[in-house]
T-cell receptor
Framework: DAGVTQSPTHLIKTRGQHVTLRCSPI?????VSWYQQVLGQGPQFIFQ???????GRGNFPDRFSARQFPNYSSELNVNALLLGDSALYLC???????????????FGPGTRLTVL | AQKVTQAQTEISVVEKEDVTLDCVYE???????LFWYKQPPSGELVFLIR??????QNEISGRYSWNFQKSTSSFNFTITASQVVDSAVYFC????????????FGKGTMLLVSP
């Protein structure tokens, strides 16, 4: 079975631009979470979506937004890019069957965003 | 608020040595899960182990073992007989025992295993 996939793998943007990152979860997984990992730090939670609804949001500005589609894939959008947005953006999916035992998160390879 | 602290930023060992990675956590939840993930240079986070807060039994899985002590809020991870392929950044993470699966990560410990 295919794991979590993300596109693109690498991206270079300039300050002020907008970027869209995409994620396809593991088949059957209905929950998608986004994390930002700045170089030398651990991943920081940005958003969690389940059944197209936002279930959680981390401490990120409104420039960050996301959505989930009927096929459970997801997009992360970042507007007015800043140099500090340069990071590895990780997507994770989980089945979320209601029992926390099954709420394991499986991570994709990430999208490395560089803002110049 | 939840917090995970990994005080060791980098550890260097020689192949076949045992190495222990430290993790201390803070949470107000009475039940929760603790994890260790490995991140090789490729960037993908690889799940290693999980422990729930209501089971303090320590276990061994192959070359991996962990020591969970709720009294000191610590969840240390040991690799026995380290190998060069173990070189990576290791993250400790915490998740509340609820329907949401959000993880709080530590800053990671870089492990370098030399031949």
């Amino acid at each position: 079975d295919a794991g979590v996939t993300q596109s693109p793998t690498h991206l270079i943007k300039t300050r002020g631009q907008h970027v869209t990152l995409r994620c396809s979860p593991i088949s059957g997984h209905k929950s998608v979470s986004w994390y930002q990992q700045v170089l030398g730090q651990g991943p920081q939670f940005i958003f969690q979506y389940y059944e197209k609804e936002e279930r959680g949001r981390g401490n990120f500005p409104d420039r960050f937004s996301a959505r989930q589609f009927p096929n459970y894939s997801s997009e992360l959008n970042v507007n007015a890019l800043l140099l500090g947005d340069s990071a590895l953006y990780l997507c994770a999916s989980s089945p979320d069957r209601g029992n926390p035992t099954y709420n394991e998160q499986f991570f994709g390879p990430g999208t490395r965003l560089t803002v110049l | 608020a939840q917090k995970v602290t990994q005080a060791q930023t980098e550890i260097s060992v020689v192949e076949k040595e045992d190495v222990t990675l430290d993790c201390v956590y803070e949470t107000r939840d009475t039940t929760y899960y603790l994890f260790w993930y490995k991140q090789p240079p490729s960037g993908e986070l690889v799940f290693l182990i999980r422990r729930n807060s209501f089971d303090e039994q320590n276990e061994i899985s192959g070359r991996y073992s962990w020591n969970f002590q709720k009294s000191t809020s610590s969840f240390n991870f040991t690799i026995t007989a380290s190998q060069v392929v173990d070189s990576a950044v290791y993250f400790c993470a915490l998740r509340p025992n609820s329907g949401y699966s959000t993880l709080t990560f530590g800053k990671g410990t870089m492990l370098l295993v030399s031949p």
